[in-house]
Structures are given as structure tokens and as C-alpha cells.
């Protein structure tokens, strides 16, 4: 055979296969047990999946979606996929029925590989508005056993086609793999649509192969790596860590039990490789702060102590940096004893020597609690149409509130009204079907328009404000930045959520979620009882203790001159959570201002008008798809503001 | 509801039973059968006698008069033991779990009448002991991954809150692979979404290993969607016996539940 290069996926694949066969490459963990396929396994098992799609009519540049959890018969489904010059097209697993019509019909989906028998139900449903939908092959036979309808058949069965397939055919398989070319559209993701509807991002193998090897290198990461493989794969940055990084650089990637097990099956891995939403850090922060409330008097005290000392010098240690005296050095290492590497090993952090966080802007003050305790953790921005990867943060040059400098290869523009524009080997080569929003992008240089507004600090590492067409006026003309405010809300463990309104009004004023676990357990130990979380978010002492997180936040606002001018006037607490089900969040749980501000403007309304209470009445829709009522009366409460600049409180 | 399940002949026939505390009379001259395969339903007001049927049929309670037949074999008085090594599973109203131990511990415990091998082994963990503890544990996983509950493996059953420790309940008793499932209450203190899982689960273990399942409930919707036929107990004697529907109009029963002076 001969030597090709490695520049698709499946080639990639093979290459591994010859190189280090006998190392891991997938775990799943299974009845209890981590079940490991070595990387001339996944091979053998990609060949079948491929020989078996092609035995059912899978043909070079159709599209096939998959839809599940992360098993690693769908990640190979994607290899396969490539194998024959087809293109994968992950899907959010917890998406209803209704919102897959959209995609299955705009990517004329005749093949879906699901996990199970919930995903299966949910094609069947909406079957009769995608009638191109011919084979839905599953994962889990687990409930499947009666259904009798055509379109389905077993993954198993699938593969088993594939073998006796390649068997006949043993030269079939590698010429599909040997046609394919690093230009061919490698993946399909939908973006998350905030506003709108999705649109298919298509990349290409070079592309994701660029941001892989630009990644790899930056971070020194390679076969020995371990990776949780745990976030959406229908989402570009577990499409490049879990994915495009894995088959790069020949790391396992670990796919957990179930949801439930994420943070025990992430304590028995240990991954070296770590990649989280911010939403993510901040539940762990809060589980942690949660759970030492729980313990004894000397081990709060201990906590607390070394945490300020973490606080003052932790991250300097980390980074290397040699203004640390002595003590804090020395304290710091009675820290690490006795505080933050148990610490880390309750989170399950204890090896990991890289972590990302990516996805929406991260308040500065989590960033920093978590390279406190040791843990490396930058950041990285990008989008689903850049595989993720314009800038990442270097060892050594983490600011809390920039994202990097741009990654090598990558090209970065500030456009003249703040946009961020983006030039380089990983941009998207189109939107499918859409070359009206690809035109609108991409422009006459060849710069993708992010969206995003965004500046370069002094040292060239871009800061991120938020997103554009967000970025707003206050009615005397000051800049208002929902995204940042909402952060810094966001960072009290008692806040779950949080939306800003300000542009055009004359003050900024807010919806609060608060976070039911942490504020829960808040109340229990107050005594004070509820009856579910409509309850609690309209108690009196949860308005005080949310007003009291508000004030802090605007004491912090109120020091820089142009950020005091959105302090949180007013604020209410929602009801019920906002919710992707109710499309007020996105499936990666980004909040979709305008929807609410519609939904909720009767709300909007009481609390600039000055209003003490407002009832509303909203629809929600429960997990099957059915839709319910849910009402309450809400409380409206002013909060504290402090003078512009000068700390001091206002009358 | 997928049904194609054949029920089949009689598994159990219980005949002419009365149980009798002293004067407080339990149970009188109650008989009825249970198909192969089938979802039996027991259902009447408080007091009348239902935990107690469950009771005699497995064996806790000896009945005064009658007899019960289990798969063809007749007795006047069932030792427990005896009735779970045939086949026979139980679910108690108020959660017999050993709360100090882990799910895992606990599921384990249903396979207790299946090990063959003998203490001095377990205890020297020998070959025999370790294979049998291996078999053991992967039927016990798959009940878990049944059942849904691996993030709870490891937890002590006390910290679970009640619908979890039912669902574990149910575990346990499915794990001892039985062929007659009986349910007490297996809803109760459960909200709407907690007995749609719990449904579910009865059903997929109905429909998946074809256990038989007398169940007792007060759910009346959930007693007419998943029985198959329905007994009626009312002061200890049996007003009842039928289909759901035609249970559900019997005058008899709907005076039983209203209350009618009797």
C-alpha cells in the first residue's frame, strides 16, 4: 500500500492502528467495569460500521446523523462515516422531537445512527415530516425488542452485514478511504441558532486536522494522554478535544456510564486533558462550597485560611511568576498538603496538566479560584465555524479576563465597530445550503464576522466583551455589556442564572434563577422550609441573601467609571428555571435575550416602572414535549447602588 | 404498551384461604389464581386484607384454612425460604433494605439463595468463591443497568431518598431472578413522575423476563393500565374478580370503596 498522507481522519485512524495497535484508544465504562478497545480494535470495528453502511446504501456525500450520549460506537460511526466519504452530523441528545425536524430535513438525513430507544422514539415521532429518513440504526437494544418497524435495525446487526461485506470485498473499504481528500467536508455541526434557526457549519478534515495539530502542539499533548469524553458531540469543542485531537495525536478518550457518574467515572479516570463549559466549573464550585458547609469547624477554618492564602499566591506559583515570597511559598505548600490536592482529587483534577474552558465569556474570579488551587486552567475562544480554536491562553500568560493571544495560523481583526473577524486553515468552508449567510460572514478578505465585540489589551491578548449585537447603549450613552454583568452575578454560588436588561433604559435592571441545590441547602440550614423551587425563589430571606450577592456585585461595578453605569438597580427572581426546552437557553445553555425579553416583558415592564410585584403566568414544556402552565406572583426588589467611583453608598 | 406476552396457565392458585389473628378475622375463604406471565392486580380498601394475601402466599403468614399451589405443587403451610428458593420475590410496603449498606451490597443480597458455595470458602476466597462472587456481581450490574441506578452504586441505602429505595427494593428482588414478583404498594408516597419510572419498570421486567406480577396498589389509574385482571378484597373476603373494566363497574366494589354501611 501505499504511504499517504495523513491528512483525513480515516487515515489517521490507520496510521494509529499500525503505530501502537496495542494501545488504548476508547473506554467505556459498562456494568460497572471500564471496557477498553485498543486502537487496532477500533479499526477492525470502524471497518465494520463503514462496510455495513455501505451493505445499506451509504454513499460517498450523504449525511449521517448521530444522535446520543458519548458512546464510542458513535464516535467511530463519524470515522465510518468519513471512511466512505460521508459526512457525520452530530445532534444534541436531549433535543425534542420537533427542534431534530428541522436539522434531519435541512441535511436530507437518510441514515441517523442513535444510542437508544429514546432517541429511536423520537425519529419514529417525526418520521412522517422527514420522509427521507430510511435507516435508524441503534446502539442499545434495551426496550427496542418489539418494535417491528422497517426502518430499524440493530447496530449489531449492522456490523455484522459489514463484516461478510468486507470479507467479499476486502479492497472496497480502503479504496473508499484512499479517494478521500483533506478538502472533503469532514463534519456537519449545526451552530446553536440564538437567533434564528441553526445553520450547518461544514469543516473540512484539513480544518479540524489544523486546529487539532495547532492545539496538540501548543499544549505538548500526545498518545498518552486521557481525556472524559462527556460534553455534547453535536458541540464543536467536543468535536475537537474528544474527536479531531484524539485521532490527531493518538490520546484515549473515556466515554462515563451515564450522566449521573460524570464526576465519579472523571475521580477513577483522572484525565490529563481536561475541557469544560465554564457552567461546569462553576457546579463543581458550588458543590464544593456546598459540601464545606457541611464539615467541622477545624476543617472550614483550614479551608478558609488556605484559600486566602491560595487567593493571594496561587495562581503567581502556577504561572511561574517570582514576586512570591517565601512564606506564601512555603504556606502555599502546607496548602497543597492539606487543602487543594485533596481538593483536587475529590474533583477528580488531581493529573491533569491542561484544562480549557471555553463556550461563553468565564467570570474572572472562577477562572482564578481554580489556577489557585493548581489547576492549569485556560482559556480558549472560538466558534463552531473557527473548530474552535482562535485563541488560546500560553502557560505562563493567563489573564483572568482576556482569552489569548490568537493561535498560531490564526488571524485576528478588530473590525471598526468591535467585531472580532477571523482569518485561517480552520474556518469554515461553508454553511450548507446557505450561501446567503456564508456570503454575510465571510467577507471580500476572507475574514469570518464572529459576532462577537471584542478589543486587544496592551499585551495582544484579545479580550471578549460579549456579543455584538448584545453590546448596548444605557440611555446617557454608556456602554452596556449584558454578558459581563451576568457573570459576575453568575460567580455566587446562590445565582444559577442571571439576564441583564439596559440598552436604551436609563438603568440596568435583572432576572435572577437562582441555583436550587446551593440555595437549598442555604434555607435548610436556616430552617426554613419550601415546597419546591417556585417556593423558595419568593421567600423573603432568599430576596435578601440574592440582594446581598447583587450589592457585592455592584460595589465591584461601581469601581471602574465606565462599568458603574451598569449596576443592578432592580432585580426579580424567576419563577422556574430558564430552560432549553423552552428554547430561553440554547442547547449550550446561552441565553436567548430576545426570546425572553418577549416572553418575560411583561416583567420587564414592572420592574422599570418601578412596580413591587408582578404576576405572570408563562408555558413550559416538560421533557416527553408536552406543554404545562406555571404562574406566581413576583416580588420586585431595589437594590443597593453604590456612587460611580467613589465606593460610597448611595442614599 | 407493547403487549405480546402469552399468558399462560395458572402459576399460582390460592383456595379457600382464611387467616385469623385471634379474633380479628384477616382473611376469609378467599380464592383466585395467577396466570403465567400476567400482571395481577390486588386492590380494596385500607384493612382489607391485602398485605396480607401477599403475606400468605409467601409463606410469612400460615393460613388456618386453605391451601396455596405454586407451580403445581400444593401446600398447607409455606416455609419463606421455601417459597423464595421456588421462585417467589417480595417488595415491602415500608422498604426492608439494609440501610447501613450500599446498593450495591444490598442487590447483592437478593442472589443470597443462589450461591453455592459454602462459608469456609467465601471466607478463604478461594477459586469456586471468586468465580461465583464474579457471576453474581455481573447479574447484579445488569440489574443495575436495568434499573438505571449506577450513580447510586455505591451509596449507603439510608441516604437515598424513598423513591430510589423503592426502585432498589425492586432491584433486590429482581435480582433474585424469580418467577412470582410480588409487589406491596411499590407506588406509594411517589409523585406522578416517580411512579411513570416505577411503571415502566414493572412493565419492562414483565415484558422483558416474563416474571409473573401480583401487585398491590391504590393507584386506580395505574391499577387499569397495567393489570391484566384485577382481585377485589374488601374485609377480608373477595367482592371481586375480573378484568379491570369490569371490575371498575361492579357495584360492589364502587360501595366498597364510597362506603356503605355494612
Not at chain 1, 186 to 193: E, I, Q, R
Not at chain 1, 236 to 265: K, M, R, W
Not at chain 1, 321 to 328: F, H, I, M, R, Y
Not at chain 2, 155 to 160: A, C, I, Q, Y
Request: hydrophobic share 40%.
Amino acid at each position: 500500500m501505499a504511504e499517504s498522507a495523513l491528512d483525513t481522519f480515516p487515515r489517521l485512524l490507520l496510521h494509529h492502528a499500525k503505530v501502537r495497535g496495542d494501545r488504548p484508544a476508547t473506554r467505556e465504562k459498562d456494568l460497572g467495569i471500564w471496557q477498553t478497545w485498543t486502537w487496532s480494535e477500533v479499526a477492525v470495528e470502524v471497518r465494520s460500521l463503514a462496510c455495513g453502511l455501505a451493505e445499506l446504501g451509504f454513499k460517498r456525500g450523504d449525511n449521517l446523523a448521530i444522535i446520543g450520549d458519548n458512546r464510542p460506537r458513535l464516535y467511530w460511526a463519524m470515522t465510518a462515516a468519513q471512511c466512505l466519504g460521508g459526512v457525520p452530523v452530530p445532534l444534541y441528545q436531549d433535543a425534542v422531537a420537533q427542534e431534530m425536524t428541522f436539522v434531519l430535513e435541512n441535511a436530507e438525513i437518510r441514515f441517523a445512527i442513535v444510542e437508544d430507544q429514546e432517541q429511536v422514539d423520537k425519529l419514529l415521532e417525526i418520521k412522517s415530516q422527514c420522509p427521507q429518513l430510511q435507516h435508524i440504526l441503534y446502539d442499545d437494544p434495551r426496550g427496542l425488542r418489539h418494535y417491528t418497524q422497517t426502518e430499524i435495525q440493530s447496530l449489531d446487526e449492522v456490523m455484522e452485514m459489514g463484516r461478510i461485506h468486507d470479507r467479499n470485498q476486502p479492497d472496497f473499504l480502503d479504496g473508499e478511504i484512499a479517494k478521500g481528500r483533506p478538502e472533503d467536508v469532514a463534519v456537519m455541526l449545526y451552530t446553536s441558532g440564538t437567533t434564528g434557526q441553526p445553520k450547518g457549519v461544514c469543516q473540512t478534515h484539513a480544518a479540524f486536522i489544523t486546529a487539532a495539530k495547532t492545539g496538540c502542539e501548543f499544549d505538548k499533548l500526545g498518545p498518552d494522554d486521557e481525556i472524559l469524553s462527556y460534553l455534547p458531540m453535536a458541540w464543536v469543542g467536543d468535536h475537537l478535544f474528544s474527536y479531531a485531537q484524539a485521532i490527531y495525536a493518538g490520546f484515549t478518550i473515556n466515554c462515563p456510564e451515564s450522566g449521573d457518574t460524570v464526576i465519579t467515572d472523571l475521580r477513577e479516570i483522572g484525565p490529563t486533558y481536561y475541557f469544560a463549559p465554564p457552567r461546569v466549573f462553576e457546579n463543581l464550585l458550588t458543590q464544593v462550597m456546598i459540601r464545606m458547609e457541611d464539615a467541622g469547624a477545624i476543617k472550614r477554618w483550614m479551608f478558609h485560611y488556605f484559600m486566602e492564602v491560595a487567593r493571594r499566591c496561587g495562581a503567581e506559583i502556577l504561572d511561574g511568576k517570582s514576586e512570591v515570597t517565601a512564606t506564601d511559598r512555603l504556606l502555599y505548600s502546607f496548602g497543597n498538603l492539606f487543602v487543594y490536592g485533596p481538593l483536587r482529587n475529590v474533583l477528580g483534577m488531581s493529573r491533569i496538566r491542561v484544562a480549557y474552558t471555553a463556550g461563553a465569556a468565564i467570570g474572572p474570579d472562577l477562572f482564578r479560584f481554580y489556577r489557585s488551587i493548581g489547576i492549569n486552567l485556560k482559556q480558549l475562544y472560538g466558534a463552531t465555524e473557527t473548530c474552535a480554536a482562535v485563541c488560546l491562553q500560553p502557560d505562563g500568560q493567563i489573564k483572568f479576563d482576556t482569552v489569548g493571544p490568537p493561535a498560531p495560523g490564526v488571524e485576528v481583526r478588530i473590525a471598526d465597530n468591535g467585531e472580532v473577524l477571523v482569518r485561517g486553515q480552520v474556518m469554515l468552508k461553508e454553511y450548507y445550503k446557505r450561501p446567503d449567510a456564508t456570503a454575510e460572514s465571510i467577507d471580500a478578505e476572507g475574514y469570518f464576522h464572529t459576532g462577537d465585540a471584542g478589543f486587544f489589551d496592551p499585551d495582544g491578548h484579545l479580550k471578549i466583551i460579549d456579543r455584538a449585537k448584545d453590546v448596548g447603549k444605557l440611555a446617557n450613552g454608556a456602554m452596556f455589556a449584558p454578558n459581563y454583568i451576568e457573570n459576575k452575578l453568575k460567580f455566587f454560588s446562590y445565582i444559577k442564572e442571571a439576564v441583564a436588561f439596559g440598552h436604551g433604559r436609563d438603568m440596568v435592571c435583572a432576572f435572577i434563577n437562582i441555583d436550587l441545590g446551593a440555595v437549598g441547602n442555604w434555607a435548610e440550614r436556616r430552617n426554613i422550609g419550601y415546597s419546591g423551587y417556585t417556593d423558595l425563589a419568593q421567600r423573603q430571606e432568599v430576596y435578601s441573601l440574592i440582594g446581598e450577592c447583587v450589592e457585592k456585585c455592584n460595589a465591584e461595578l461601581a469601581l471602574d467609571a465606565v462599568l458603574s453605569n451598569s449596576q443592578v438597580h432592580r432585580f426579580l427572581i424567576l419563577h422556574k428555571e430558564l430552560d432549553p426546552d423552552d428554547d430561553e437557553l440554547t442547547r449550550t445553555r446561552k441565553v436567548r435575550r430576545g426570546f425572553v425579553a418577549e416572553k418575560y416583558k411583561v416583567l420587564i415592564d414592572a420592574l422599570y416602572s418601578g412596580k413591587h410585584s408582578q404576576f405572570i403566568e408563562t408555558q413550559v414544556k416538560f421533557e416527553d414535549g408536552r406543554s404545562g402552565m406555571i404562574n406566581a406572583d413576583l416580588r420586585i426588589t431595589d437594590a443597593k447602588v453604590f456612587d460611580i467611583a467613589a465606593g460610597k453608598k448611595a442614599a | 404498551m407493547s403487549s405480546s406476552r402469552k399468558i399462560g396457565e395458572p402459576i399460582l392458585v390460592v383456595d379457600d384461604i382464611s387467616l385469623s389473628f385471634g379474633g380479628v378475622r384477616a382473611l376469609q375463604n378467599v380464592s383466585f389464581d395467577v396466570c403465567e406471565h400476567e400482571i395481577r392486580a390486588i386492590i380494596g380498601p385500607n384493612g382489607a386484607g391485602k398485605s396480607s394475601m401477599l403475606n400468605v402466599i409467601n409463606g410469612v403468614y400460615h393460613p388456618q384454612i386453605g391451601t396455596v399451589t405454586f407451580k403445581g405443587e400444593t401446600r398447607h403451610h409455606v416455609d419463606p425460604h421455601h417459597a423464595a428458593s421456588q421462585g417467589i420475590a417480595r417488595t415491602f410496603q415500608n422498604i426492608a433494605l439494609f440501610r447501613g449498606m450500599t446498593v450495591l451490597d444490598n442487590i447483592m443480597t437478593g442472589r443470597n439463595l443462589k450461591m453455592r458455595t459454602n462459608f469456609l470458602q467465601q471466607a478463604l476466597w478461594v477459586g469456586p468463591a471468586r468465580r461465583e462472587e464474579m457471576e453474581h456481581r455481573l447479574k447484579v450490574e445488569e440489574v443495575i443497568d436495568f434499573l438505571e441506578i449506577q450513580h447510586i452504586r455505591k451509596t449507603p441505602v439510608g441516604r437515598l431518598p424513598y423513591g430510589l429505595q423503592k426502585r432498589v427494593e425492586l432491584g433486590r428482588a429482581l435480582a433474585a431472578e424469580p418467577e412470582l414478583f410480588l409487589l406491596d404498594e411499590p407506588m406509594a408516597g411517589m409523585n406522578t413522575e416517580e411512579k411513570q419510572d416505577m411503571c415502566r419498570f414493572i412493565l419492562d421486567v414483565n415484558d422483558q423476563f416474563g416474571t409473573t406480577i401480583v401487585l398491590i396498589e391504590h393507584d386506580m389509574g395505574v391499577v387499569m393500565d397495567l393489570s391484566d385482571r384485577v382481585v377485589v378484597l374488601d374485609y377480608g373476603r373477595k367482592i371481586a374478580d375480573g378484568k379491570p373494566d369490569e371490575v371498575r363497574g361492579d357495584q360492589a366494589v364502587i360501595d366498597a370503596y364510597l362506603g356503605v354501611a355494612h
